[in-house]
């Protein structure tokens, strides 16, 4: 079992950014690839980015390559999400999630534990 809290979501300028953490509980979370989601109003959810269990490997939705990094501290149970540059279209609530497969996959169910999210808001 494994249980996740976002934390570090809220309003900012466009241009700006954020940085969003993930903190897991349990002794396993280096077994997990952790991921990024993010749900706007009015739209399906959509994958953000993903990074292996051990940090050597990361994919990114096009949408967010070059400005957003997804990065993990195994010592700390924690991933982060640094966002720059931020756009209005970023706006949207961000998830964490977690899976056990063993390739990175962007397809929300694939993970098998979320965290509640956090909102993020970027004003034009």
């Known amino acids: 079992q494994v249980q996740l809290v976002e934390s570090g979501g809220g309003l900012v300028q466009a241009g700006g950014s954020l940085r969003l953490s993930c903190a897991a509980s349990g002794r396993t979370f280096s077994s997990y690839a952790m991921g990024w989601f993010r749900h706007a109003p009015g739209k399906e959810r959509e994958f953000v980015a993903v990074?292996?269990?051990?940090?050597?490997?990361?994919y990114y939705a096009d949408s967010v390559k070059g400005r957003f990094t997804i990065s993990r501290d195994n010592a700390k149970n924690t991933v982060y999400l640094q966002m720059r540059a931020l756009k209005p279209e970023d706006t949207a609530v961000y998830y964490c999630?977690?899976?056990?497969?063993?390739?990175?996959?962007?397809?929300?169910?694939?993970?098998?534990?979320w965290g509640q999210g956090t909102q993020v808001t970027v004003s034009s």
């Open positions: 999630a977690a899976t056990k497969y063993g390739v990175l996959t962007t397809t929300p169910l694939s993970y098998g534990y």
């Open positions: 990074i292996s269990n051990s940090g050597s490997s990361t």
